[in-house]
C-alpha cells in the first residue's frame, strides 16, 4: 500500500512538473519585467533630472552673457523676437551639446528633441525670471 501511495506521488508530481514550471518560469519572467521597468524608470528620471540641471545652467549662462551682451545694444534695453529666438535655439544646441543621445531618447519619445529641448529652456528662463 506504502509503495502504491509513494508511486501514485510520484506519477502526480511528474504529471504537474509541467504546471509547476510553467508557472515559476511566468513568476521569473513577471519578476524580470518589473526589475527591467523600475530600470528604465530610474534611468529616465535620472535623464531628466539632467536635462533640468543642465537647462538650469545653460539659461543663466546665456542670462549673464549673451542676453545682457543684447540687452546692452539694444536701444530701448529689451530683446526682440527674433534676438529671443536666437538666444533660445543657441541655448537649446547648448542643451544638446551636454547630453548624451540615450539621454535624449530616453526623455523625447514622439516629440523632436529641439522642441521639447526648447520648452525646457523656456521654462528655465520662466522660473529664473521669478528669482
Known amino acids: 500500500m506504502k509503495e502504491l501511495l509513494v508511486q501514485a506521488s510520484g506519477d502526480l508530481l511528474m504529471a504537474m512538473m509541467p504546471l509547476l514550471l510553467a508557472a515559476v518560469s511566468w513568476a521569473v519572467k513577471k519578476l524580470g519585467d518589473k526589475f527591467a521597468a523600475d530600470s528604465k524608470s530610474r534611468l529616465t528620471g535620472m535623464a531628466l533630472e539632467k536635462v533640468a540641471t543642465v537647462a538650469e545652467i545653460v539659461v543663466k ?6 542676453v545682457a ?24 544646441d547648448k542643451l544638446k551639446s551636454y547630453l548624451s543621445l540615450d539621454e535624449l531618447t530616453r526623455v ?20 529664473q525670471k521669478k528669482y
Open 61 to 66: 549662462e546665456l542670462s549673464a552673457t549673451l
Open 69 to 92: 551682451e543684447y540687452k546692452k545694444a539694444a536701444a530701448d534695453g529689451k530683446l526682440t523676437a527674433e534676438e529671443k529666438a536666437q538666444i533660445k535655439q543657441i541655448a537649446v
Open 108 to 127: 523625447v519619445a514622439a516629440k523632436s528633441i529641439d522642441t521639447f529641448l526648447g520648452s525646457v529652456v523656456e521654462s528655465e528662463v520662466s522660473n
